[in-house]
């Protein structure tokens, strides 16, 4: 069969040499960002961050998932971004199994069900397809970077919804300890304030973070709005004065404030919810860039224009495809710089802390193996399809979102704790990664 995985110990090879080169990469981006040596500074480093956020990364998603997909093509690749939400249902099932077994401090409950659940479905699976791809023997076959691509960018807009929509709104801070979050914030901002910049864990997939900044983004806004419904003392919240939450209550004179009069409590206040949900920052570079692929990868006209060797735009389209080989270098680069900075301090526990790790990098990956077993059983994937199968079972793989420590720091909720649960997967990752995709190397060697 066309792009079979080879067989013996070829697998082996196919399987770790292109962790190896990822893990040079990374090596080298700590050697220039270590405090010790400074080659390069951490300035230089988020700068390279806004470029591959900006430019390299949304280049990269055009070229390859634009040439790619047709409109047959996403009828049929429809179980991937279906795949994202169940990998996140099961990750969220087992981030509470671990925090009812481990028990975190109570204002990390929330958390820990976070950090286990959302995985990175961007950066990082594309720069392993892309080391898997940059070999000789083509594992998965002559196309294999370009499908790779596509395959992961066609799911990437499934976690960017998720992320500026349930993520963002279950890392508000908890309103029973709001006032100490809220010191811990004030500490963290004074500590800031000293410095430059903010730390690269905070820019790396999230540039211009301190932007999206709102007054109600740090405060437990959420339960503030609810507290009155469900019989909570006012004594123990602060108030929350809603008619200056985006002009939602106007003036009692005016003709939209009989419409809010009418409607229901409920209504009313899930309405507040939803205006103040930043679903507006959706739209960013890489997601744009997936827009504009699907539609032009759709529409034969527009594809004939822009892709092609004899097509009128093919210069363009090269010139993208020269900036997109920057992305895989650019992102394990700012990997190494982000773990050059350390871990911090963690107030999560150790017995939490593993168990995190332990959920998403090593029982989560295998519960994908059966997830993805069930559905070939089912029809529901490709039949012939070794790359499609490796992205789906990638998905279950990966460690924590680095953009989770963006939004802990918009919503000043366990940055501390998150920036070292970061720190630790993506140094675990290593390993677990090695395992899981030689096993999955195996797997897809009988197929």
């Known amino acids: 069969m066309a792009g079979k995985v080879e067989q013996g ?10 962790l190896l080169k990822l893990l040079c990469l990374t090596v080298i981006g700590i050697i220039l960002a270590h405090p010790k040596t400074r080659i390069v500074p951490r300035a230089t480093l988020k700068l390279l961050s806004k470029l591959v956020f900006a430019l390299f990364l949304p280049c990269l998603i055009f070229v390859h998932l634009g040439e790619s997909i047709t409109l047959e093509e996403a009828l049929q690749w429809w179980f991937v971004p279906v795949n994202v939400l169940i990998s996140t249902a099961i990750g969220c099932v087992l981030g509470y199994v671990v925090a009812i077994i481990c028990k975190p401090p109570p204002q990390f409950f ?6 286990t659940g959302f995985g990175n479905t961007g950066n990082i699976p594309i720069a392993i397809i892309g080391s898997v791809c940059h070999s000789s023997n083509q594992p998965f076959g002559p196309q294999c970077r370009q499908t ?13 919804i998720l992320a500026y929509t349930l993520v963002y709104h279950m890392m508000e801070p908890p309103m029973e300890y709001y006032e100490i979050v809220a010191e811990e914030n004030e500490i963290e901002e004074e500590h800031a304030a000293s410095n430059i910049s903010r730390p690269l864990l905070q820019e790396a997939e999230w540039p211009g973070m301190e932007e999206k900044e709102t007054v109600n983004s740090k405060i437990p806004f959420i339960a503030r709005v609810f507290a009155s419904m469900s019989g909570s003392s006012q004594s123990t919240i602060p108030d929350l004065d809603l008619t200056e939450v985006g002009g939602i209550y106007p003036a009692p004179n005016s003709p939209k404030s009989i419409r809010c009069l009418a409607e229901p409590r409920v209504v009313r206040r899930m309405r507040i919810v939803v205006e103040e949900t930043p679903i507006r920052h959706i739209l960013q570079p890489p997601t744009i860039a997936s827009l504009l692929a699907i539609i032009v990868g759709m529409v034969p006209l527009f594809r004939n224009f822009v892709f092609g060797s004899d097509a009128p735009l093919s210069f363009f389209t090269d010139s993208l495809e020269i900036l997109a080989g920057a992305v895989v270098p650019s992102v394990m ?13 963690s107030s999560l526990g150790i017995r939490t802390t593993i168990g995190i790790i332990a959920a998403r990098l090593l029982i989560l990956p295998f519960i994908g193996i059966g997830v993805v077993a069930t559905a070939d059983k089912l029809h529901l994937l490709l039949q012939e399809g070794q790359m499609y199968r490796f992205v789906l079972l990638l998905q279950y793989t990966m460690p ?17 704790e998150v920036s070292a649960l970061l720190f630790w997967q993506h140094i675990l990752a290593l390993l677990s990664l090695s395992v899981y995709i030689v096993i999955y190397f195996k797997l897809l060697s009988d197929v």
């Open 9 to 18: 110990n070829e697998n082996w090879l196919s399987a770790v040499v292109p």
């Open 110 to 115: 929330r958390l820990t069900v976070i950090m």
């Open 148 to 160: 790779g691509v596509a395959y992961v960018s066609f799911a990437q807009w499934v976690a960017v």
């Open 333 to 345: 680069l700012i990997l190494g710089g982000m773990l050059a900075e350390g871990p911090n301090e």
């Open 400 to 416: 924590t979102a680095i953009l989770l420590g963006a939004i802990a720091s918009l919503r000043g909720y366990g940055v501390k």
